[in-house]
């Protein structure tokens, strides 16, 4: 006796593609499995560089905020930026913990005075304008005003997407307020840098820009759930600018106000204007030849 | 006059000691408890310390606790050993180990706790090859060296309590029903009793003051028994998540 016939619809589809429902379930979960991955490794690496900074600087005595040595400044600047803004605060925190100044750069320890009450004046000589109330936690985070001024220059530059979010070439250029002083020239540092950012293959690069497009972006996604091929398409004959021709409008151009995009829009069925049409051809001169009140 | 307020402050210092050494001798009771709640080995002497022999023992030279002297270590009971013993399994015919050894306690002084201090106490707690560490702090710990702890996971367990957290020990409180950890062969065959999968129980969190308590982890039962004005004794079960 042969089984009956089910009504109901079959659950599997035959698959499109060579690959079993399982392989193509597994790459999928592989796929967001890294993405997690990736984002548990940069977080760690923001705490490694964190626990890294609180010592900074490490070179001696030459060397202050105002004029940093070059290889901390360089290092300095590659630690912190996978930093979001939060984060940055958090190091500051940790840096007052240890009793140095908030701004990574500067070797002096933080200003505490002993004195009692929440909050400081600054500002009493001078302009009026200038006169500030300022809790005085915010003020001993510093060893000066200037270092608050170049730590929070810092911290503006830095971008409020998670790193493992960002795209690869946002947000690599992180400026001190102080650079220019530092002995060598910023601009050959940033010529290495976009040189190094740019692939040495076309081709890859515009896969990159449209993985970007479709939101497969940041270091997380490069190997994408969508594999990307570009393929250039062969032109045999020469390429021709786009003309305006002109005789063609002549004819055209009793209706030309009523396109839209190249189309005119007609009303009623291709049956019924003919009808009407016909119509029209009755009463030639009859009192209904002008119907752009009459719509149907 | 100028006599008189001298001796009234004084007065007020002494008074705030007095205070500030109550308040860490009813935490150092609390963590002493808990760690014995949990199975770890600890004489009766060391948890029902009075208050004149805290501060006998712990106090600096100035007459105040000081909290560099309150740390101890603890071993865990066979007891404790065997609820944490793991049952073979087919994929692996001899079970692991269990998963816990010797616990260290330690109060920490200072009003800020960092980085460089929750680094500091995994190293010494790997170095010395404790299993787990129990940091007790005056302040909160910063958020960033919070994420230490997953960090070092896989090296030693650390916990962190505050101070005002242990004044008074939540267990002892009675509307709190008593709490008690399955071992791993309990848990199956409760499982097996009820035909149940183990997240069919219901659940309770990993941050749920009784679970830090008793230090839970992810997986493990407990058994919670409660007064029933109809049954006497009402037992149910919670999976911790």
Same mark, same amino acid.
């Given at each position: 006796m042969a089984a009956p016939k089910s009504?109901? +619809?079959?659950?599997s589809y035959p $698959?499109?593609?060579?690959?079993?429902k399982d392989e193509r379930d597994r790459e999928v979960a592989l796929y967001h499995a890294n993405l997690l991955q990736e984002r548990k490794d940069i977080e760690l690496k923001i705490l490694l560089n964190t626990e890294t900074l609180i010592d900074y600087p490490l070179a001696s005595k030459p060397?202050? $905020?105002?004029n940093p040595s070059p290889v901390d400044a360089r290092s300095f600047k590659k630690l912190v930026q996978p930093f979001q803004p939060s984060d940055y605060d958090s190091l500051i925190v940790e840096r007052n913990i240890n009793e140095h100044c908030g701004y990574s750069l500067c070797p002096n320890d933080r200003v505490k005075d002993? $004195? $009692?009450?929440k909050y400081r004046l600054i500002?009493?000589?001078? +302009?009026? +304008?200038?006169?500030k109330v300022v809790e005085k936690g915010e003020l001993e985070k510093w060893c000066s005003s200037a270092c608050a001024k170049r730590a929070l220059y810092v911290r503006v530059q830095l971008?409020?997407?998670?790193a493992w979010e960002r795209d690869i070439t946002y947000g690599m250029e992180i400026d001190l307020l102080d650079e220019s002083k530092s002995g060598e020239d910023p601009t050959v540092e940033r010529h290495e840098k976009m040189d190094s950012f740019t692939p040495d293959d076309p081709g890859k690069k515009n896969a990159t820009d449209l993985a970007l497009e479709r939101g497969d972006k940041g270091v997380g996604a490069k190997k994408g759930l969508v594999d990307v091929d570009i393929k250039e398409k062969d032109v045999q004959r020469p390429a021709q600018a786009p003309s305006f021709e002109t005789e063609d409008i002549s004819e055209r151009l009793e209706s030309l106000h009523l396109q839209l995009e190249g189309h005119t829009t007609v009303f009623g069925s291709k049956r019924q204007r003919r009808h009407h049409e016909e119509l029209e051809g009755i009463d030639e001169d009859g009192y209904c030849s002008d119907t752009d009140w009459k719509l149907d | 006059m100028s006599m008189a307020t001298e001796e009234e402050r004084a007065t007020k210092a002494r008074e705030a000691g007095d205070r500030e050494a109550a308040r860490l001798w009813r935490a150092w009771r609390t963590v002493h408890e808990m760690v014995q709640d949990r199975g770890y080995q600890l004489s009766e002497e060391e948890v029902k310390i009075s208050l004149k022999d805290f501060r006998y023992q712990y106090s600096g030279p100035d007459g105040s606790i000081d909290r560099n002297k309150m740390k101890f270590s603890a071993d865990p009971s066979e007891i404790m050993v065997k609820r944490y013993t793991n049952l073979p399994t087919t994929a692996q015919p001899v079970p692991p180990p269990p998963d816990v050894g010797r616990i260290w306690v330690e109060f920490l002084p200072g009003d800020n706790v960092g980085i460089k201090q929750m680094r500091n106490f995994a190293q010494f707690l790997s170095q010395n090859s404790h299993h787990t560490g129990i940091l007790i702090t005056n302040v909160s710990i910063t958020p960033a060296a919070m994420k230490i702890i997953p960090a070092v996971a896989n090296e030693t367990r650390i916990e962190c309590f505050m101070e005002q957290d242990l004044l008074v020990n939540i267990t002892h409180h009675e509307l709190v029903p008593k709490h008690v950890l399955l071992s791993k062969e309990e848990r199956g065959k409760l499982l097996e009793r009820y035909r149940l999968k183990d997240t069919q129980l219901p659940r309770i969190q990993l941050s749920d003051p009784i679970a830090r308590y008793l230090g839970l982890r992810r997986g493990q039962v407990v058994k919670i028994i409660r007064k029933s004005e109809t049954a006497g004794r009402y037992a149910s079960y919670r999976l911790c998540v």
């Open positions: 009504i109901l +619809k079959k659950t $698959a499109t593609t060579s690959r079993s060397y202050d $905020a105002s002993g $004195a $009692a009450g500002g009493k000589t001078g +302009k009026a +304008k200038n006169f971008s409020q997407v998670p | -």
